[in-house]
Every structure is written in C-alpha cells, then in structure tokens.
C-alpha cells in the first residue's frame, strides 16, 4: 500500500491539467485533479477556445446573410434580424456540453475531482479546503489568466471595459469597440463584434499586427482586416482611461513619444496578452522560484527542480495554446508512469480563427534567414480551385524549406480553412519532409490543401496552376 493518497495529483483541470489527470488514470496510475471553477475545463472550454468558436462562427453566419454575400449564391432572405440572446445562449450550450463531457471522462477513468484551490504545504502535500492531500507526484497545470493594462481596470461586470472574458458576454451590441492589443483574442473578438454591426479600432503598440507571425502573413493580414473595415492606430500606446455614463474615454499616444489623443469608445477590450497562474500555488513552501517572466522552469520530461513536481502548460515557457498544453499533459503523465513522453516544441501550430484563417508552424522566413539559406514556395489561394468556387480569394499558403536539405523548415497560410490544412504540414513536418515529400504526394481535387501541394512544387520552382 502506497504512503500516498495519490500517485498523482494534477492541479488545474484546463486542457493540461484534466488531460494529463486522464492519461495517467489510463496508465493504471491512481490519480486526482484539483480544480476550483464549478465546471471543468479550464479557461479554453469555460471562457477561451470554445465560446470564442461558437461566437465566431455564428457571427459569419450572420454577416454573410446580412452583407449580400449568401444573395451571390442565389441565396434571398427578405427579412433578417440578429437574436443576439439566441446567439449567446448557443455558446452557453456548447460549453455545457463540453465541460460535462470532461465532467464524464473523469467518472469513466476513475479520476477524482477534489472542488478547490490547491496550495503546496510540502514537496508532496497540498491543501484543499482545508484538507491535507498527499501524493507521489504533483503536476502543476493552473494555466493562465488576462494580463492587465495598467491604468485601464477591467470591470467585466459594468461591460464598458471588459477583457476575452467580458467580451464574451456582451447582452448588446457596441457602437464603437476598442480593441487595445492586435493579437490573436482581440482580432477574433473584435471580428465577433465587428459582423454583428459594431465600428472596431484595434490599438496595437507594435507597428504591426500578430506579433510573433510569419512577416508577409502579417502584412497580408493587416490588408484584409482593414478590407472588413477594421480601423488600425498602430504604434500606438495607451496611457488611461475614463468610464463615463455611456462609455469610456481612451487617451492613447505614439509609442515612440508625440502628443496624445482622445478615443471616445462604447466598450473596450484589453488583449495585450497572458500571464501564468502561480499566485497562492505557495511554491515558496517547496522552493520553487519563478524565472523573469513568472514562468516554472522545467526539464526536457517536464519535472521542476523540485522532485516529483512537474509543470506544463501556460505556466511554463513556450505558447500558451491548448493543444502544447495537452500534448504536454500526455507527456508528462507518460514520463511518471516510466515511459518516454515528448513533445516536439519545434512543431506546434498556431492558429487565428478569422475569416480567413491564419495559421503558422515552424520557423518564419525571418527566422529561417537568420540561420541559413533557404528556399520560399508560395502560392495564392485565388489560384485555387475551390476557393475561387466558394468566392475565398484571400490568402496563400507559403512553405519556407532549407536551401540545401530541402527540409520543411516552416509552413504559413491564410485561407478559409487554414487550421484545419496546417495539420498537414504539421505531420509531414514531425516526419522532418522535404518540400518534395508533399509536392509528390496526391491531393484531392478540388480542396483548399491543393494550395499546399502547389506551395511546394513552387520551392521547386514549378506550380501547375501558376
């Protein structure tokens, strides 16, 4: 009999944590999760990933109906209106149904849910209300939360200025939408809005959006945006904010320095980023100290300094997206167990829910440059069949391949469906392909990954429908 009442506990239960509570409990390992929200899940099902999609999508649906693009296709709707009560209470629905479903698996898998924040009182011991929980290995999984604007408090509840969270939750829609921060949640969120009928200004303090992107993916992004009417102030700071009666008054100004300016807004969103959930972890009990970014620092397995603690997901360095986390939580539960779990950090996709769809794996060209020659295939998704077919001009899909070794070094697209395509290019590039490995391998006919095909026959030099 173990000394232990685990042999794994996993704090948080986000796409992480429940997943790596999950895969240990398959791995025959007794397990439980500590998780303080009602529902499970963590901030992707609750409050991140999935509203956001279900909002996202049915705001195209709408636009398209309202905007005379369904009137191209033959399809007339006399009369429409937007049920924006309907809408929300269709994103209520999908996360229900997905946090229960969590809910379920750790029935299925015999993992125990222990409802409250844990909080270290020694190397294998933590607290939940109240109660002392020991266990064999403890992985650490709490994510990470909204980073403040300082001089800009969010209030979610008085819906003026709001973050990801509150802009969920909007009961109207705003005339004049300020979005601080021209990151992935603010373009998504800000696009929600924008097809619902609101003005959207995106304030960036960057002199480009999507920061960390592939740099011609973020040029093209900008033109397309600004195509939808998205306004831009880039290289733009802000410094304060006033909450009036009926909205709020931005005061931004250059970041390089120059005179300041008045923004008069209905609501808005800060994005400027994430920062790990560490606070009353009392890591300080076991001498866990964070590094200059507030992050664990962990080992190629996943293990802290600290024996038997283990970190993954947000709170340590790289991405903060679900699907690193997730792989990461298979990892290390793989690692306790006594088998080898990896996760290939070089091949992790990122992706913009838009419309169209960003999406990024592996190096940019500018990186890319930076450590040898290579070789840039790049071809238009106008030139595409189906795209061109379902009136989806926007986009190319660009693969950057080493000069010598022809090895997929990094893949960009915008297209309608580009995170759906970019698993493709993740896989072959987890093969370590050539471009010449996807250009000879067959596409269906007629899809959007056809584009991907013809980006590589272009690191050759010779598309077919170019």
């Known amino acids: 009999m173990s000394d232990f009442d685990y042999d794994v506990l996993v704090i948080g239960a986000g796409p992480g944590g429940y997943v790596a509570a999950i895969r240990a409990a398959q791995l025959g390992l007794k397990t439980a999760c ?26 195209e649906l709408y636009d398209e109906a309202a905007n005379g693009a369904l009137a191209k296709l033959g399809v007339k709707i006399d009369k429409m209106s937007l049920d924006l009560p309907t809408l929300q209470g269709q994103r209520v629905d999908a996360v229900k149904g997905l946090t229960g479903g969590v809910e379920f698996l750790f029935k299925k898998n015999k993992v125990t849910w222990l409802k409250g924040l844990a909080s270290f009182t020694g190397a294998n011991t933590v607290e939940v209300n109240g109660e002392k929980v020991t266990a064999k290995n403890i992985v650490i999984a709490t994510g990470s939360s909204v980073a403040p604007l300082p001089g800009v408090a969010v209030d979610n509840a008085g819906g ?31 696009s929600v809005w924008k097809r619902l009928g609101a003005k959207v200004t995106v304030v960036e303090y960057l002199d480009q959006i999507l920061p960390g992107m592939d740099g011609e993916v973020r040029k093209e992004a900008n033109k397309i945006f600004k195509k939808q009417g998205f306004e831009y102030k880039l290289g733009t700071k802000v410094t304060g904010a006033e909450v009036g009666k009926k909205g709020v008054t931005l005061t931004v100004e250059p970041a390089a320095g120059g005179e300041a300016e008045k923004i008069e807004a209905d609501v808005v969103l800060v994005s400027i980023g994430r920062r790990p959930n560490t606070e009353g972890l009392g890591l300080d009990k076991i001498g866990l100290e964070l590094n200059a970014r507030g992050q664990i620092e962990t080992d190629h397995e996943f293990g802290t300094k600290v024996p038997g603690v283990w970190a993954i997901g947000d709170v340590i360095p790289g991405p903060m997206l679900a699907h690193k986390a997730e792989d990461e939580g298979i990892a290390v539960a793989e690692n306790i167990a006594g088998l080898t779990g990896i996760v290939n950090h070089d091949v992790i996709p990122s ?63 915008i297209a309608t469906v580009a995170g759906t395509m970019i698993a493709q290019a993740a896989q072959a590039m987890e093969f370590g392909a050539s471009s010449e490995d996807i250009a000879y391998t067959c596409h269906a006919h007629p899809t959007h990954s056809e584009a991907i095909k013809e980006a590589a026959m272009a690191v050759r030099g010779k598309p077919i429908h170019m």
Not at 362 to 367: D, I, Q
């Open 34 to 59: 500590a998780e303080s929200r009602e529902t499970l899940g963590g901030t992707c099902l609750n409050v991140g990933c999935i509203p956001s999609k279900a909002l996202l999508h049915a705001s």
């Open 351 to 413: 992706v913009v829910y838009t419309k169209p769809e960003i999406a990024g794996v592996g190096l940019t060209e500018e990186a890319a440059k930076e450590k040898g020659a290579i070789k840039v295939g790049k071809f238009p998704m106008l030139a595409n069949s189906r795209a061109k077919t379902n009136h989806e001009p926007d986009g190319f899909v660009k693969i950057i391949a080493d000069a010598e070794t022809d090895k997929v070094l990094g893949v960009w697209i």
């Open 160 to 190: 003026k200025i709001v973050d990801s969270t509150g802009a969920l939750e909007l009961d109207k829609v705003p005339g004049h939408l300020v979005v601080v921060g021209g990151g992935v949640i603010g373009l998504e969120l800000g």
